[in-house]
């Protein structure tokens, strides 16, 4: 870590981090390395960065990816039923999707839970949002930062697995009478804003395939 300090034609000082690391490490840096000047500022900066909170090493943090998946202007949503292990929505709807395995690429895990969760062949298009939720599962708490994406289905026909009993495709301007998770409702937000810029602002699926694939 580098901290520089520089005075300015005003007489003042300001310091400069290029990376950051541990908060004592900052307050003992900017101890050793501000000069009299930067007196003020020393106090400022040691105070706010003792009160600043540890991070929690309890929580277990997850990618995931989601998918908004079309088929005749509808979207899929499954429900969640009491066999899903993880399971902390019995009963109300999501998306498709699902955590990342390590060392899978995004786009092949989220061909993958799409297929095992609904039998579906899709086409993946680009992410429009991201979000986080924080479930307790099984007694943990999880932190889990998903990425949604636009897919198209070619068939309606649905298989679901164990861990959805139900399904139905709905008119993605009525989500709020879907039976939906609740935090649900920005990514329905962000992909309305997203079909409204249509075709100005969104590519062609058949676009967004070749590049997903070439990433």
């Not at 636009?150 to 026909?157: E, K, R, T, Y």
Request: with cysteine; proline share 4%; net charge negative.
């Amino acid at each position: 870590m580098e901290i520089g300090c520089q005075r300015s034609e005003v007489g003042t000082c300001e310091a400069s981090l290029s990376e950051r690391t541990h908060n004592d490490s900052i307050v003992e840096l900017l101890r050793t390395h501000l000069c009299c000047h930067c007196e003020p500022l020393r106090e400022l900066v040691a105070g706010s960065v003792k009160q600043t909170p540890m991070l929690n090493e309890n929580i277990t943090v997850w990618a995931a990816t989601k998918a908004f998946i079309e088929h005749e202007s509808k979207i899929l949503v499954v429900r969640e039923s009491s066999k899903y292990k993880d399971g902390t929505n019995v009963g109300s709807y999501d998306v498709v999707g699902g955590r990342i395995e390590p060392g899978q690429r995004f786009d092949e895990s989220l061909l993958r839970e799409i297929k095992e969760e609904t039998g579906l062949n899709v086409t993946i298009g680009r992410p429009f949002f991201v979000s986080e939720w924080r479930p307790k599962v099984r007694g943990k708490q999880w932190q889990i930062v998903g990425t949604f994406f636009v897919a198209h289905a070619v068939s309606s026909n649905v298989m679901l697995s164990a861990d959805h009993d139900t399904y139905k495709w709905i008119d993605p301007r009525d989500y709020k009478n879907g039976g939906l998770i609740e935090n649900l409702y920005p990514a329905f937000e962000a992909y309305l804003e997203l079909e409204s810029a249509w075709p100005s602002n969104r590519t062609s699926l058949e676009t967004i395939a070749l590049s997903v694939g070439a990433v």
